[in-house]
């Protein structure tokens, strides 16, 4: 990014290739729709040539990028404030398409009632834990994107485990009852 | 550690990013605490879960790498257009324009200074004034190649604020006109084509896109800028589309009324 910023734009189809998966994963984690996803990935991309001066290269580049990624979303979602939104349900796959050695049906079967857990988790909770888990962010960059103190992302992170935990046995109950 | 700290630092023993003597401590505490020790269990089993999600999900239609390489395409067509910006230019003769102003100062004398200063100011309002035009031409060509048809028309109403003698925001909008996917926006550049009507290339794009067009609405607005530059050379080709049964009657109708009125 630190080449982009100094005007070699070219370089951000590198971060592009990248990032745009991970940013596309977090969008439809969030608003669980495709078409909206999609275009919030352009926006993204967009906002990163138009803000390029304002990237410290000394800071987290991902933490950036989520942080431009959220005001994206904000914006899309003001804009799109009275639209009916289709939420989409996706089909089980793997990224591959193929279903691994390793991926039992009752793994499948866990997944998928983890991932309706996951949507049932308030927007900030769900949030935290996508960009934990998906992508990989330590403590200190969900810090800089959520503009928060580190140890208020540790309490937010434990806190949106235990509701996963208590969505993920909602949903078990509800399977057997 | 106690039970308080273990629940904190939980997410970062499972994803093993605790130092090497905090996770000591948590694994320490867990041994002798059934509560906490079951916790990490349980959650941990979910945090692994999480991990396996992402292979789940949806993977982003292969238009989006085409769109985003369009977009920079078009980025750096914009970019490669604009000149440098003023404080860009300023920077890059900062020492040049500090020594002159020493020399000035020291050789010319404080009365020499009103008369230089108007000249400079002079010279800078044109300078901006380009450097805006620039601006100008850069948001209008950029907006118009996005994907939006929201954005496509917000470029071509920056396109008015361009200079009439701007080629490339007439050859821009004149490409919108011939091949935008959405009529609303092709008539728009139609609409925006008068400021550029002057132009004998406007003049004869105009004509030649009339049967090229597959919405009557759009060939109607461009007959009607025709008539609107008194474009009278046009007349053989309005004669032609006025009797080609091919096109719509309604836009037949319009080449006749068009043709009463430029050979009036």
Same mark, same amino acid.
């Given at each position: 990014m630190a080449a982009v910023s100094a *005007?070699?734009?070219? /370089?951000l189809a590198v971060l592009f290739e990248r990032h745009h998966r991970g940013l596309f994963r977090y969008f439809v984690s969030m608003n669980r729709s495709r078409e909206a996803s999609e275009d919030l990935v352009q926006d993204v991309f967009f906002r990163m040539l138009r !803000?390029? $001066? #304002? !990237?410290? $290269? /000394?800071? #987290?580049f991902t933490a950036w990028m989520y942080q431009i990624a959220r005001n994206a979303s904000v914006d899309q979602a003001q804009r799109r404030r009275g639209e009916v939104i289709g939420i989409e349900e996706f089909a089980d796959r793997r990224a591959d398409g193929a279903p691994g050695p390793e991926e039992s049906a009752a793994q499948t079967q866990d997944l998928k009632l983890l991932r309706q857990a996951l949507d049932r988790l308030p927007p900030d909770k769900r949030e935290i834990l996508v960009l934990s888990r998906?992508? *990989?962010?330590k403590h200190e960059e969900l810090a800089k994107v959520l503009d928060c103190e580190v140890g208020t992302v540790k309490v937010r992170v434990y806190r949106a485990m235990r509701a996963l935990e208590q969505a993920y046995s909602a949903l078990i109950g509800e399977k057997t009852a | 550690m106690n039970c308080e700290e273990a629940k904190l630092d939980l997410p970062e023993y499972l994803s093993h990013s605790l130092n090497e003597a905090r996770e000591l401590e948590f694994a320490a505490h867990i041994a002798g605490c059934d509560a906490c020790r079951s916790e990490t269990e349980r959650l941990g089993s979910l945090w692994k879960g999480l991990s396996l999600l992402p292979g789940t999900m949806p993977s982003p239609g292969a238009e989006v790498r085409e769109r985003f390489y369009e977009s920079l395409t078009a980025y750096k067509h914009g970019m490669a257009s604009a000149k440098p910006t003023w404080r860009e230019r300023f920077a890059a003769f900062w020492p040049a324009v500090a020594f002159a102003g020493l020399a000035m100062g020291v050789? &010319?004398? %404080?009365? +020499?200074r009103p008369a230089g200063v108007a000249q400079n100011n002079g010279s800078e309002v044109a300078q901006l004034r380009g450097e805006v035009n620039s601006m100008r031409q850069m948001v209008a060509l950029s907006l118009m190649q996005q994907q939006s048809a929201g954005e496509r028309l917000r470029g071509v109403s920056w396109a %008015?604020? +361009?200079?009439? @003698?701007d080629t490339e925001v007439l050859s821009a909008l004149l490409t919108t006109v011939n091949n935008d996917a959405s009529v609303n926006v092709r008539m728009a550049a139609v609409d925006a084509l008068h400021a550029f009507g002057r132009s004998p290339v406007t003049r004869t794009a105009i004509v030649q896109s009339i049967p090229k067009q597959t919405s009557p609405l759009v060939q109607i607005a461009l007959i009607d800028l025709l008539v609107d530059l008194k474009v009278a050379e046009a007349a053989p080709d309005l004669k032609k589309l006025s009797a080609d049964? @091919? &096109?719509d009657a309604s836009v037949r109708e319009r080449a006749n009324w068009a043709l009463g009125r430029l050979l009036q």
């Open positions: *005007g070699e734009v070219q /370089k !803000y390029r $001066a #304002s !990237y410290d $290269a /000394k800071q #987290s998906f992508e *990989g962010m | 050789g &010319i004398g %404080y009365v +020499a %008015y604020r +361009a200079e009439p @003698s049964q @091919s &096109i």
